[in-house]
């Protein structure tokens, strides 16, 4: 195992906003943060290895230790359930998860589909409705399953209900409010526990 603490980083839009709160915390880090196409940076200075991974895959490297730490979605926690400790909320990359569908639509009464990136949510969300509904499995560009005719109904995240309206959808449900965790390996954080709380106090006092 590295001296350095692994942290892994979900790449895309949360990863402005997570780099943001770390300098805020004091982390001083490279400007090749900015513009990289680098998978892994080390910052020895400040004791830390960087992974950028996809922002759905961060606890599975978290969950498999080959990443002490990691920031990742609620959204992501809650549909993978991976085995880590969530120890705070970064407040940051706030949206949440929602029904959408096409406006004063019912849901088929014989076997309603619901198109989603979140099977595990969404089928956990409609049988706590008692509602028994196909779940297809999408991988983006979830709004266009209701308009062509795939699905009765989608779970996704809305953020400022954009890309909804400009699609000629509305919300039905609001399942959950998401933002950003900080994870933590449960090994990793008995062996680094001294590192892992002092990043933990940092954070938690610029959040
Ligand atoms: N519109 C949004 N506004 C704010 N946060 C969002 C939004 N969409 C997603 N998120 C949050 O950001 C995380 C990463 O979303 P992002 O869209 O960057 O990932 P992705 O779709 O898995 O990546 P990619 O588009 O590269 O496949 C999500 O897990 C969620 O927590
Ligand atoms: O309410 P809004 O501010 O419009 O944001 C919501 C959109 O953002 C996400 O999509 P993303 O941009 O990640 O694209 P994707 O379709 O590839 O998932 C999400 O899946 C919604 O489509």
Known sequence: MSNLLTIAMPKGRIFIE????????????PPEFDDSRKL???????????????PMDVATYVEHGVADVGIAGKDV???????????????????????????????????????TKYPNVAEAYFREQGEQVEIIKLNGSIELAPIIGLSDRIVDIVSTGRTLKENGLVEYERIKDVTSRFVVNPVS???????IDDMVKRLSEVV
């Open 189 to 195: 954080y008995r062996i680094k526990d001294r590192q």
């Open 18 to 29: 997570a780099v943001e709160l770390l300098r805020k915390a004091g982390y001083k880090l």
């Open 40 to 54: 892994i940076i080390d910052v020895p200075e400040e004791g830390l290895r960087f992974i950028l991974s996809k």
């Open 77 to 115: 926690l809650l549909e993978e359930e991976r085995d880590v400790y969530e120890l705070l909320d970064l407040k940051i990359s706030y949206c949440y998860l929602a029904v959408a569908g096409l406006p004063d639509t019912k849901m088929n009464d014989v076997a309603p589909r619901v198109a």
